[in-house]
């Protein structure tokens, strides 16, 4: 395990986005390339909300509003790109844009057993080295090498602000089929339609939620 670094700013992420967003809307659909870099930027752009939420509420904003344009225009223009995943019969919530709007994390509860410096290896109780400060252009960082998980909770705003749902169940087949209807049948293929109806709101259902 080791140190989570974020080599770029979220406001210079930001404005590639938006730069590569007016590429794609400027292409003749359907586009590969186009296809691709909308299905890239729901990525980058919910990574800048959840990096930017509690320290930037501005670009915040303007990523969550930005991420509501890129998955609209997705679902528009390539409908196919907006299915739900499935795996060993079990249907995943998986898109960028859907979970963006799930404000919770994950907040981890460790004991750290050892760890070292990375220029020299020792106890960083042992040695004179100093985290963050470089030595012949390599940067000290202390890195954990054993550690014990104790507790894991949910929380509206994580310390490590990546740590957050990737894939999300959607629901077992008998309720799949009692929302959707008899004729479904488990591994036809879903459409996901939550950007064609309009961004109703942030999910902030964790507010208030602390690692107790």
């Known amino acids: 395990m080791s140190a989570v670094s974020y080599p770029r700013d979220e406001n210079e992420v930001f404005q590639q986005c938006q730069a590569d967003l007016e590429q794609a809307k400027a292409a003749r659909h359907p586009d590969p390339a186009a296809l691709e870099i909308l299905r890239r930027l729901r990525g980058e752009l919910r990574q800048v909300m959840d990096r930017s939420e509690g320290y930037d509420l501005a670009l915040f904003d303007r990523a969550h509003e930005l991420l509501d344009e890129v998955g609209g225009l997705l679902r528009r223009t390539y409908p196919k790109a907006c299915t739900m995943a499935y795996r060993d019969g079990v249907y995943y919530r998986e898109c960028p844009v859907d979970l963006g709007h799930l404000r919770v994390g994950f907040s981890v509860e460790t004991r750290v057993d050892e ?15 100093i985290p963050g400060e470089s030595y012949e252009g390599r940067e000290c960082l202390v890195i954990i090498t054993k550690a014990q998980i104790l507790a894991v909770a949910l929380v509206a705003n994580p310390r490590f602000r990546d740590a957050r749902f990737g894939s999300l169940s959607l629901g077992t087949s008998t309720e799949l089929r009692a929302a959707l209807g008899p004729n479904f049948r488990p591994g036809v293929r879903l459409s996901c339609d939550k950007c064609l109806a309009g961004c109703h709101g942030l999910n902030r259902n964790f507010d208030g939620s602390t690692h107790g």
């Open 115 to 129: 760890q070292e410096c990375s220029i020299c290896g020792l106890d960083p109780d042992e040695c004179d080295h």
